[in-house]
C-alpha cells in the first residue's frame, strides 16, 4: 500500500529512533566500567570495576543501599496493591455502579494532573493530618504524642499512596483494554454448567486474563521503583533510590554515579524480564489449554 | 438488609476508589483550599485571602511589556511545551506508522513495540544523566566535532541549556505518543486502504485522508499527555537545565522547601487551571473510554 522507498525510509528512521532510545544508556553502561583514572565521558581509561567497588564502600553521607532496599520494598507492595485494586476495579467496571464516571474521570485525571501538585496535595493532608494528631495529643493530653509523635509521613502512607496516584491508572487502563475484549459467553458456559460467582471468576475468568495481570504487575513494580516527581514532596525522612540519585546528580562527578545507574537499570532489565517470560509462559498455556467452541464472532 | 450481590460492582470498586479518593481527589481539593490560606516562617493559617494569588502577579501588569517572574516561567514553560509536542508528535506518529503498515507478521510488531517501550519502565534519572557523556564539554559530540574541524572550541548549548531539556523530553516522552497513536493505527480496517489503493490514491493521500483522520484520537490522547508533563516537570527541567532554567515545578518545589504551603498550593492551582485550558478542547474532541 506503501511505496517500497518510503517503507525504506519509514524503516531508517525507526531504527535511528531506536538508536536514539538506547544509544546513551549504553554510554553509561559502557563508562561505569571505566579506569580509575578515568572521567565522568569518553574516553575510556582502561577498563575496571573500580566504581562499584567504591559504590560498595557507599557514597559519601548517603545510605544508597538502605534506599535500594526501601525502593524494592515499596516497589513491591505498589505491585500487589496494583494488580488486586486495578483487578477489582476493572471487574466492577463491567457493571454500573453509583458514581462510577465520577471514579474513571477522577482516575484519568490522577494520570495528567501535573505530578508535583499531588506531591504537594498529599504533603499538605499529612501535614494537616499531624496538626490534628498533636493537638489531639495535647488537648486530651496523651503522653506518647507529646513525646514522640514526629509525622505521619513515610514510606509506606504518604509515599505508598502518592505512588499509587501513578500506578493505578495504567492499571486500571489496562484492565478496561482486556475485558474490551473479553468474550462474556466464557461466563455464561461456567454459569450454566453450575459455577457459583467465585468459582466463574476462578477457573473461568482468572486463567484468560492472567497474562494481563502480569503487564499490570510490570506497571506497577517499574514505575514505582522508578517514581521520582510524586514522591518526592511526600516520602518523608527516609528517601528511595530515584530521589537519591536525583540528589547525587548535582553532588557526584565520578563515574560511581554510572556504576549506580548501571545497577539500578540492571534492576530494572531483570523485573522486566521476569515479567516478559511469566507473560509469554501464562500466554501459552492459555493458548494450549482445550477452549469450548466460541458461540460468538 | 445490604445485598451483596446486587452491590458487589460498587464493593468490588470500593478499594480503587477508596485511594483514589485519599490520595488524589482530597489533597487536590487541600490544594485548592490551602492557597487561600495564610501562612508565616513556621506554620500555616486557615484564612480566606487572596494574597497569594496577588504576589504571584505582584506587578505583572504594570511592568509590561517586561515580563514578571511569573509571566516569564509560564512563558518558558509553554514554549518548551509546543516544541516538544511537535517533535514528539511527528516522531510518534512515524514510528508507530512504521510498526502498524511496514511490518508485516503481528509477532515482530509485538516485539518492536516492546523495544520501544522497555525504556519507559527504567529509570528517567538515569536516562537523563546518560546524556552527560555524549554532551558534555568534554563529551562525544564535543569531542567529534572539533577533531573534524567543524568548531574550535568545545559548544555550550549542547548540556544544561534549553536545548538539552528539549532534547531529554524528547528522549522520555515520546513513547507517550507512539502507544496512543499505535493503538488508533492498530484498528484501521486495512480494506479501507485496499480499497483507497484500488481507487488510485497516492501514499500521501492515504496518509491525508484516511490514515492521519483515524489516527486522531490516538493523537489527541497521546498530546494531553505530553502536555500535561511537559507543563509540571520540574525534575527533567532542573536536572537537565543545569537547575538554571525556571519552571512552575521548580517554583512551587522551592516554595515547599520554606513551607510556604500556601504559595506552593496557589502556584499549583494556577499550574492547573492553564493545563486544563490546554487540554480541555482536546478532551472534548474524544471520548477516552470508547478507544481502548
Not at chain 1, 522507498?5 to 553509561?28: A, C, R, V
Not at chain 1, 544508597?64 to 483487578?87: D, N
Not at chain 2, 520501544?116 to 567529534?144: A, D
Not at chain 2, 510556604?260 to 496557589?266: K, L, R, T, Y
Request: aromatic share 14%; net charge neutral.
Amino acid at each position: 500500500m506503501f511505496g517500497r522507498g518510503f517503507k525504506l525510509s519509514l524503516g531508517i528512521f525507526f531504527t535511528l529512533f531506536i538508536l536514539f532510545l538506547y544509544g546513551p544508556t549504553l554510554s553509561i553502561l559502557v563508562l561505569s566500567f571505566q579506569g580509575p583514572n578515568g572521567g565522568l565521558t569518553f574516553p575510556m581509561r582502561g577498563f575496571s570495576t573500580f566504581w562499584f567497588e567504591s559504590l560498595f564502600d557507599g557514597v559519601g553521607v548517603i545510605d544508597i543501599w538502605g534506599a535500594f532496599g526501601r525502593s524494592i520494598r515499596l516497589g513491591l507492595v505498589v505491585m500487589v496493591l496494583t494488580v488486586v485494586l486495578s483487578l477489582m476495579a476493572g471487574m466492577a467496571f463491567r457493571k454500573r455502579f453509583p458514581l462510577s464516571s465520577f471514579l474513571f474521570y477522577a482516575t484519568i485525571s490522577s494520570l495528567i494532573v501535573p505530578s508535583i501538585v499531588i506531591s504537594l496535595g498529599v504533603a499538605l493532608e499529612f501535614r494537616i493530618i499531624d496538626d490534628a494528631v498533636k493537638a489531639i495529643g495535647g488537648d486530651m493530653n496523651i503522653q506518647w504524642v507529646i513525646d514522640d509523635f514526629r509525622t505521619t509521613m513515610g514510606l509506606f502512607s504518604s509515599g505508598l499512596g502518592a505512588q499509587l496516584t501513578w500506578t493505578l491508572p495504567f492499571g486500571l487502563l489496562i484492565m478496561f483494554a482486556v475485558f474490551n475484549r473479553f468474550d462474556p459467553s466464557y461466563e455464561e458456559a461456567a454459569r450454566d454448567l453450575g459455577a457459583g460467582p467465585w468459582q466463574t471468576f476462578r477457573e473461568a475468568v482468572l486463567p484468560i486474563i492472567a497474562p494481563s495481570l502480569i503487564g499490570v504487575a510490570l506497571f506497577g513494580f517499574t514505575l514505582s521503583y522508578d517514581e521520582l516527581a510524586r514522591s518526592s514532596q511526600a516520602i518523608g525522612g527516609l528517601n528511595t533510590l530515584p530521589l537519591e540519585l536525583r540528589g547525587l546528580t548535582t553532588t557526584v562527578t565520578d563515574p560511581t554515579i554510572y556504576a549506580l545507574g548501571t545497577l539500578t537499570t540492571a534492576v530494572s532489565f531483570l523485573a522486566i524480564s521476569i515479567f516478559l517470560i511469566l507473560f509469554t509462559l501464562l500466554r501459552r498455556r492459555t493458548a494450549k489449554a482445550p477452549r469450548p467452541e466460541s458461540a460468538g464472532p | 438488609m445490604f445485598d451483596v450481590k446486587r452491590h458487589s460492582a460498587t464493593l468490588l470498586s470500593f478499594p480503587f476508589a477508596f485511594v483514589i479518593f485519599a490520595f488524589f481527589v482530597v489533597p487536590l481539593c487541600l490544594v485548592i483550599m490551602v492557597s487561600f490560606w495564610d501562612y508565616n516562617s513556621y506554620s500555616i493559617i486557615p484564612d480566606f485571602i487572596f494574597t497569594n494569588y496577588q504576589d504571584i502577579f505582584y506587578g505583572c501588569v504594570k511592568s509590561l511589556p517586561d515580563l514578571c517572574t511569573s509571566f516569564a516561567t509560564y512563558i518558558s514553560s509553554l514554549k518548551f511545551v509546543f516544541i516538544t509536542w511537535l517533535i514528539t508528535l511527528l516522531t510518534g506518529f512515524l514510528v508507530a506508522l512504521f510498526l502498524v503498515f511496514c511490518v508485516s507478521t503481528l509477532q515482530m510488531q509485538i516485539v518492536l513495540f516492546l523495544l520501544c517501550t522497555i525504556p519507559f519502565w527504567t529509570s528517567n534519572v538515569i536516562r537523563m544523566i546518560s546524556w552527560i557523556p555524549l554532551l558534555g564539554r568534554n563529551g562525544l559530540v564535543n569531542s567529534t566535532m572539533q577533531n573534524i574541524g567543524l568548531t574550535d572550541s568545545p559548544a555550550e548549548w549542547l548540556l544544561y541549556s534549553e536545548f538539552s531539556v528539549t532534547l531529554a523530553f524528547v528522549h522520555l516522552y515520546t513513547l507517550f505518543m507512539v502507544v496512543p497513536i499505535f493503538n488508533s493505527m492498530m484498528r484501521i480496517d486495512r480494506s479501507l486502504i485496499e480499497a483507497a489503493h484500488d481507487a488510485g490514491a497516492s501514499s500521501f493521500q492515504t496518509l491525508a485522508n484516511i490514515i492521519i483522520p483515524l489516527s486522531r484520537p490516538g493523537i489527541i490522547i497521546g498530546s494531553i499527555f505530553v502536555i500535561t508533563i511537559v507543563m509540571g516537570d520540574f525534575i527533567t527541567i532542573g536536572v537537565m537545565g543545569g537547575q538554571q532554567i525556571p519552571s512552575v515545578g521548580k517554583i512551587i518545589n522551592v516554595e515547599m522547601t520554606y513551607l510556604q504551603f500556601p504559595a506552593a498550593a496557589a502556584n499549583a492551582v494556577i499550574l492547573i487551571i492553564t493545563t486544563l485550558m490546554i487540554i480541555f478542547a482536546m478532551t472534548k474532541l474524544v471520548d477516552i473510554r470508547k478507544e481502548l
